[in-house]
T-cell receptor, first 113, second 113 residues
Framework: SAVISQKPSRDICQRGTSLTIQCQVD?????MFWYRQQPGQSLTLIAT?????????ESGFVIDKFPISRPNLTFSTLTVSNMSPEDSSIYLC??????????FGSGTRLTVV | GESVGLHLPTLSVQEGDNSIINCAYS??????FIWYKQESGKGPQFIID?????DKRQGQRVTVLLNKTVKHLSLQIAATQPGDSAVYFC????????????FGKGTRLSVIA
């Protein structure tokens, strides 16, 4: 399966600050997907990141709050901006590769205080 | 680590018994379905998948059943072991590839030794 390295694995942040989460894949992929998993909940798609174009955001998520970069085919970042305690969640990146399927990073566990 | 499934439905089974985890999916156009296992502090891990042109698929100790008429998916785990304790999610996709997965609500499986 595709190896996905996600950093940081966890962080505790002050409200009002921003955190950038990095996702590195061991091979080139067209799309990278960012999900949020709130405490005790399932995964909700935030956005789809395609290299060379703006990310496509799902209803309820906006670029100003969750800016995404996709500078090349193996890397993406998600920033959680102007954080509040409600942003405390696990954030996960995912990719799909032909013949391998969908795989996920180990997640970034964010706590906002 | 953080508890992923605090508020999710819980299924408790005795070690050695069979487990059946159910999922209702929403989109009748979905063509591809996956079951994931998520242990505390980790990202989702692939268990088994099935395409809509099948109604059953078997893996090692696991079987997935698909009922398109009622949009229902189930995961059967044979001879459940303590290591099977985790949160299980179903996910659906209209067309596997450069489109994201949509996740179901999840079930926490607790194996009693």
């Amino acid at each position: 399966s595709a190896v996905i390295s996600q950093k940081p694995s966890r962080d505790i942040c002050q409200r009002g600050t921003s955190l950038t989460i990095q996702c590195q894949v061991d091979s080139q992929v067209t799309m990278m997907f960012w999900y949020r998993q709130q405490p005790g909940q399932s995964l909700t798609l935030i956005a789809t990141a395609n290299q060379g174009s703006e990310a496509t955001y799902e209803s309820g998520f906006v670029i100003d709050k969750f800016p995404i970069s996709r500078p090349n085919l193996t890397f993406s970042t998600l920033t959680v901006s102007n954080m509040s305690p409600e942003d405390s969640s696990i954030y996960l990146c995912s990719v799909e590769r032909t013949g391998i399927g969908y795989t996920f990073g180990s997640g970034t566990r964010l706590t906002v205080v | 680590g953080e508890s992923v499934g605090l508020h999710l439905p819980t299924l408790s089974v005795q070690e050695g018994d069979n487990s059946i985890i159910n999922c209702a999916y929403s989109n009748s156009a979905s063509d591809y379905f996956i079951w994931y296992k998520q242990e505390s502090g980790k990202g989702p891990q692939f268990i088994i998948d099935i395409r809509s042109n099948m109604d059953k698929r078997q893996g090692q100790r696991v079987t997935v059943l698909l009922n398109k008429t009622v949009k229902h998916l189930s995961l059967q785990i044979a001879a459940t072991q303590p290591g099977d304790s985790a949160v299980y999610f179903c996910a659906e996709n209209i067309s596997p590839g450069n489109t994201p997965l949509v996740f179901g609500k999840g079930t926490r499986l607790s194996v009693i030794a």
